[in-house]
């Protein structure tokens, strides 16, 4: 991982459901300048959790090498390398 990503995760840590709570910039009826950037924050992280609950019931199987993750869905398999790009095996 590069120096600038691992200060952006430093900055921005992935979401764990578990560790999230509603914040009340959420709640407000209105979009504002000043809770703009608190609410666009919010809602990726509530896109993330979602995201990864709909793969965790979809994902049939994991293999996590120091490479490379394969993940099982439906009898075909899908390849990240350990920064999350796409592969594409030959």
Do not use: C, W
């Amino acid at each position: 991982m590069t120096e600038d990503n691992e200060q952006l995760m430093s900055t921005y840590p992935a979401p764990l459901g578990s560790d999230f709570r509603i914040s009340q910039v959420l709640l407000e009826p209105t979009l504002t300048a000043d809770n703009y950037r608190t609410r666009m924050h919010d809602l990726l992280y509530v896109e993330e959790i979602a995201q990864y609950a709909n793969i965790a019931r979809s994902v049939a199987s994991v293999r996590v090498t120091n490479e490379l993750i394969q993940l099982e869905f439906h009898s075909k398999f899908i390849y990240f390398l350990v920064d999350f790009s796409l592969f594409f095996p030959d």
